[in-house]
C-alpha cells in the first residue's frame, strides 16, 4: 500500500474524513526534475498564491530561486517563515503600503500609477514593467489574462510614458520585463511560440527605448491535465528547446509545481439513484476543493475501500458531490466506477495548487479539511 494511501486511512475513525493530504517526497522529486532541466540562465520561482501552505514551501525551497507574492499577506507569510529568500512582489491594484513594502523586493509594476507612485518614494526601487502587448492567442484557455484588453500590465503605447518616468527618476531601476499572459496552458508548441514572441517583444521594447534588458520574467502558466492525467506537459522538451540570450530568462510557476503533490480525500456519507443516475455524497465538497467547479471540468478519482457501514454501489456511472446545498456542489461527473460503498473515501489527485485556497471555506459552516503532510 502507498504512503499515501496508509495515511488517508488511518484518519478513517469516529468523524468522517475530509482531508488535504501533501505527499512531500513526490513534491521534492518534482521540484528536482523541473530544476534539473533548467538550462544555464534560466531562474525558476513559485507563485506562493498556487498553495503556500508552509510545509510544502519548505520543501520546495532549495530548488527554486525565490518566490512570488501578489499581496502584503503573501508577503507577511512568506516573511514569518522565511526571512532571507529573494521575493518578486507583483499583482494588480498594491496599495500605498504595499508598494512601500513592495520597493524593498524586486516588483512587478502594473501601471503607470503605480510607477508614479513608486517615484515619489525616493528610495532605491528595483522594478520589472509588466507588459500586455496584443498577443494571437489560441482563445482556448479560460484564463487569458492578457494579449486582449485587461486590468493586468501596461500596454505597449503606454511604454514611451513608463520610460519618460524612468528617465525623470533615477531612484527606479529598470531591471527588465514580466509577462504572464495565461494560465493552463497544455500546448508545448504554443508555448514555445508564445515565449519566443515575449523574447522578441521584450528584445525590440529594449533596444527601441534604449534599456538594459538583465532579466525578462515568462511569468508560470504551465498547465496541469486534469482531464488526461497520464498526459502531462512536457518540461524537459521545453528546456531544451528554449533559446539562447544575453539576459536571465525566469519562470514564476504556480500550478505546475504544486498540483501534482496534493490529494483531496473524502469519505463517502451516502449513495442514492435519482431518476437513473448514481450519486455518492460526500463529506466535504466544493467549499473544501473548488478546483473542478471553478475549472469547469469532472475531477478524476479513485476509491479507497473502507470499513463499509451502509449502502454498495457497483459498476455505475457515478456523479460525486458534497454536503452543500447547491446543484453546484459538484466534484465529479458520470465517473465509471467498479464498486463504491457508503464509508469508503474517495481520493482526488491533482489537487496541490489552487484547491483548499480558492475555495469558500466557510459556506454552510462545515468543519473544514485536515491538512495532512506525508514525508518519508
Ligand atoms: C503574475 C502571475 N504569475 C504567476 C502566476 C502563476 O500561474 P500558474 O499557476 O498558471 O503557473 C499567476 C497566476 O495567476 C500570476 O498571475
Given at each position: 500500500m502507498s504512503r499515501l494511501d496508509?495515511?488517508?486511512?488511518?484518519?478513517?475513525?469516529?468523524?468522517?474524513?475530509?482531508?488535504?493530504?501533501?505527499?512531500?517526497?513526490?513534491?521534492r522529486e518534482h521540484c528536482a526534475r523541473v530544476r534539473a532541466a533548467l538550462p544555464?540562465?534560466?531562474?525558476?520561482?513559485?507563485?506562493?498564491?498556487?498553495?503556500?501552505?508552509v510545509p510544502n514551501l519548505r520543501t520546495?525551497?532549495?530548488?527554486?530561486?525565490?518566490?512570488?507574492?501578489?499581496?502584503?499577506?503573501?508577503?507577511?507569510?512568506?516573511?514569518?517563515?522565511?526571512?532571507?529568500v529573494p521575493i518578486l512582489f507583483g499583482g494588480p491594484g498594491k496599495t500605498p503600503a504595499e508598494l512601500r513594502r513592495a520597493a524593498e523586493h524586486q516588483i512587478h509594476v502594473e501601471s503607470l500609477w503605480e510607477l508614479r507612485q513608486l517615484a515619489e518614494l525616493h528610495r532605491p526601487v528595483r522594478l520589472l514593467l509588466r507588459m500586455n502587448p496584443a498577443l494571437d492567442h489560441r482563445e482556448d484557455s479560460p484564463m487569458l489574462m492578457a494579449g486582449k484588453p485587461s486590468p493586468f500590465g501596461i500596454t505597449p503605447d503606454h511604454l514611451p510614458q513608463?520610460?519618460?518616468?524612468?528617465?525623470?527618476?533615477?531612484?527606479?531601476?529598470?531591471?527588465?520585463?514580466?509577462l504572464h499572459t495565461r494560465s493552463l496552458q497544455l500546448d508545448l508548441e504554443e508555448h514555445l511560440r508564445l515565449l519566443q514572441r515575449y523574447m522578441e517583444l521584450a528584445e525590440h521594447w529594449s533596444q527601441d527605448f534604449r534599456l538594459h534588458l538583465q532579466v525578462l520574467n515568462v511569468g508560470g502558466g504551465i498547465g496541469v491535465n486534469y482531464?488526461?492525467?497520464?498526459?502531462q506537459f512536457d518540461w524537459e522538451q521545453l528546456c531544451r528547446r528554449l533559446p539562447g540570450r544575453p539576459y536571465?530568462?525566469?519562470?514564476?510557476?504556480?500550478?505546475?509545481?504544486?498540483?501534482?503533490?496534493?490529494?483531496?480525500?473524502?469519505?463517502?456519507?451516502?449513495?442514492?439513484?435519482?431518476?437513473?443516475?448514481?450519486?455518492?455524497?460526500?463529506?466535504?465538497?466544493?467549499?473544501?476543493?473548488?478546483?473542478?467547479?471553478?475549472?469547469g471540468h469532472s475531477h478524476p478519482f479513485r476509491v479507497l475501500a473502507?470499513?463499509?457501514?451502509?449502502?454498495v454501489l457497483e459498476k455505475v456511472l457515478l456523479n460525486v458531490v458534497g454536503q452543500l446545498c447547491t446543484p453546484k456542489d459538484r466534484l465529479a461527473s458520470a465517473a465509471p466506477v467498479q464498486q463504491v460503498g457508503v464509508g469508503d473515501l474517495l481520493l482526488f489527485p491533482l489537487a496541490g495548487a489552487y484547491?483548499?485556497?480558492?475555495?469558500?471555506?466557510?459556506?454552510?459552516?462545515?468543519?473544514?479539511?485536515?491538512?495532512?503532510?506525508v514525508d518519508a
Open positions: 496508509e495515511a488517508a486511512l488511518s484518519l478513517l475513525g469516529q468523524e468522517p474524513v475530509a482531508a488535504y493530504l501533501y505527499d512531500l517526497v513526490a513534491l544555464a540562465g534560466v531562474e525558476m520561482f513559485y507563485a506562493i498564491k498556487a498553495n503556500a501552505e520546495m525551497q532549495p530548488y527554486l530561486d525565490g518566490f512570488e507574492v501578489a499581496s502584503g499577506g503573501e508577503l507577511d507569510h512568506l516573511r514569518a517563515h522565511f526571512p532571507n513608463a520610460v519618460e518616468i524612468l528617465r525623470q527618476h533615477p531612484n527606479l531601476e529598470f531591471l527588465g520585463f514580466h482531464r488526461q492525467p497520464s498526459q536571465t530568462l525566469r519562470f514564476e510557476c504556480g500550478r505546475f509545481l504544486t498540483a501534482f503533490c496534493g490529494t483531496y480525500a473524502c469519505e463517502v456519507l451516502d449513495l442514492k439513484e435519482s431518476h437513473g443516475q448514481y450519486f455518492a455524497i460526500c463529506r466535504g465538497g466544493t467549499h473544501h476543493f473548488r478546483l473542478p467547479a471553478a475549472q473502507g470499513p463499509r457501514r451502509g449502502p484547491a483548499w485556497n480558492i475555495s469558500h471555506h466557510d459556506f454552510l459552516m462545515h468543519p473544514h479539511p485536515r491538512q495532512i503532510f
